[in-house]
């Protein structure tokens, strides 16, 4: 099927349209409707990504590397987040670039793989420069997937190390991979009802331009994942029948009330691009990418979500200058296809009875 250009999309969405030219896209399984976009956030110039998978639970860790040094800037939403280095992004603070960033399941334990990811950099004299070495600042955020096969299996500084060391610029895997592999969405009523979620991944170069955005996201919420355009239930709470959605917040507007665990879930991502910012423009832009989100993720942002979102600026498209706003937007734009992409992408895991969009759809 042929992939829908982010003109098109955006048409959708009554803005301006624009014309898509992604590299380094992916075949990928699409939903009904209009398709999503493609392309990765390796397609920023100096974003490399990579991931090791414990495939034994399944949990894992993705680290996106920009070994040039980038600007960061960050916004969390949820109220139930597991994060490492996050004030270093505040823009009154004194580190200007960072090194990596690493997405990982095994909700807090899982921060120890950024010490892996630390080692690799500092193998390399990668970081910030002091006179005895360099310290890598790679700041990290978690997601809790430890309701997924045994509990004991988490990413450690070893899988860290691993997925920085394969760690490329070409394009990048998605769904049951890194961050991605033991993540589930759709667990408002429980897991008995909950699908699978991933690992997903979009990117957008405006036409005429060498500015290109990207997005890469662990999905791995307690709502439910919708097409950004149509609104179309992907994958969320199952109906008890085996057919079908229960489509959460229509239960919810309709009074259902029920009673999750603090901290079970967390969609955590990153935006790129290659154009120069400050600090407080890439928070800014952060703070946009979580409309993507909001598109895609109902609800979001809830008590049992820890949702944390990255923004990286490489610089690598200098002396070009762009608003701020208009970067955000197509960030927010790029988000919400990649959360889409990170369900249509998975795969079903039998053995914990989770359902994948592909085959529940089809069944």
């Known amino acids: 099927m042929k992939r829908r250009t982010f003109a098109q999309s955006l048409v959708a969405l009554s803005v301006a349209p624009l014309l898509a030219s992604p590299t380094g896209a992916q075949a990928a399984a699409e939903p009904s409707g209009p398709p999503l976009i493609g392309g990765s956030i390796t397609d920023v110039p100096g974003i490399k990504v990579g991931n090791h998978t414990l495939t034994r639970r399944p949990t894992g860790c993705t680290v996106i590397l920009c070994e040039d040094g980038a600007v960061g800037g960050v916004d969390v939403r949820g109220s139930a987040p597991g994060t490492r280095e996050t004030d270093l992004l505040d823009p009154t603070n004194a580190v200007q670039q960072v090194h990596a960033i690493l997405l990982s399941g095994g909700s807090a334990y899982g921060l120890e793989a950024a010490t892996g990811v630390m080692r690799y950099l500092e193998e390399r004299k990668i ?26 299996i988490r990413p450690d500084a070893e899988a860290g190390y691993q997925a920085a060391l394969a760690a490329a610029s070409g394009p990048t895997a998605e769904g049951n991979i890194g961050a991605g592999a033991g993540a589930t969405v759709g667990k ?53 029948e085996g057919k079908g959605f229960r489509d959460t917040m229509a ?38 990418a979580h409309d993507g989100f909001a598109r895609s993720i109902n609800p979001v942002h809830t008590m049992s979500d820890g949702d944390t979102i990255f923004a990286l600026s490489t610089g690598k498209a200098s002396p070009i200058r762009a608003d701020v706003s208009a970067i955000g937007a197509i960030a927010a734009t790029v988000m919400a296809h990649a959360v889409a992409r990170a369900v249509v992408q998975a795969e079903s895991l039998t053995d914990h009875q989770l359902p994948a969009h592909r085959d529940y759809v089809k069944g």
């Open 127 to 152: 970081g910030f420069k002091l006179r005895a070495g360099v310290v890598p600042i790679v700041p990290a955020a978690i997601l809790m997937d430890l309701g997924v096969g045994d509990f004991t």
């Open 188 to 240: 408002m009523f429980g897991p008995t009802f909950a699908m699978k979620g991933g690992l997903g991944t979009a990117s957008h170069q405006v036409p005429g331009t060498d500015v290109v955005v990207g997005a890469i996201v662990a999905v791995n919420a307690v709502g439910d994942i919708y097409h950004p355009d149509t609104r179309q239930i992907l994958a969320g709470a199952r109906r008890e």
């Open 251 to 288: 239960a919810i507007m309709g009074g259902y009330r029920v009673v999750t665990s603090t901290g079970s879930n967390t969609t955590i991502g990153a935006v790129a691009t290659n154009v120069p910012f400050t600090k407080a423009e890439m928070t800014k832009i952060a703070q946009m």
